[in-house]
């Protein structure tokens, strides 16, 4: 499943059919992948040259995660930033990385409206779901949650208002 969602990624289609609900939920697979790829044991051990500074450090760690190092960033403009030279992490080390990720929990100050919110989740190791509840399709959140043994928890407190 995590190869799938990095095939989307990487095809800048992170979500089922290219719906334009779910436009939101792609920039929030590609954040979640980010996110977790920054804490790699290699991102975390990079050969920092003494003169880069924290903006630079953040961006170029954005470059590593987004796998773009090679295809839109030259690898030699990328490494002048490290005292030894540092290799991409590979599709499968990111794969295998990605997989670790598990027991994560979702929250949402909104209800959730489509299954596919539950089904996206599922692929980044969510286990716990925690909304208000509400929606006219709260079955079907259920439902999925049950499917994918995701404990789902009904706040009842909605914070986001339209």
Not at 125 to 143: F, L, M, N
Request: aromatic share 6%.
């Amino acid at each position: 499943m995590i190869s799938d969602r990095l095939k989307q990624e990487e095809e800048g289609k992170c979500s089922p059919a290219g719906q334009k609900r779910n436009k939101n939920r792609m920039t929030e697979c590609v954040k979640s992948i980010i996110r977790w790829l920054r804490q790699h044991p290699t991102v975390l051990s990079l050969p920092w040259k003494p003169c880069i500074k924290r903006s630079e450090k953040s961006n170029a760690i954005d470059v590593l995660c987004s796998g773009v190092v090679g295809r839109e960033i030259p690898v030699e403009q990328w490494q002048e930033y490290f005292t030894e030279p540092v290799l991409p992490l590979s599709q499968e080390e990111r794969k295998a990385w990605l997989e670790t990720q598990t027991g994560v929990v979702m929250s949402s100050d909104a209800f959730l409206p489509f299954r596919d919110n539950i089904d996206c989740a599922k692929q980044f190791g969510v286990k716990y779901v925690a909304h208000p509840g509400g929606s006219v399709r709260d079955d079907e959140i259920i439902e999925a949650c049950n499917e994918h043994g995701i404990t789902i928890c009904h706040t009842g407190l909605r914070l986001f208002h339209h």
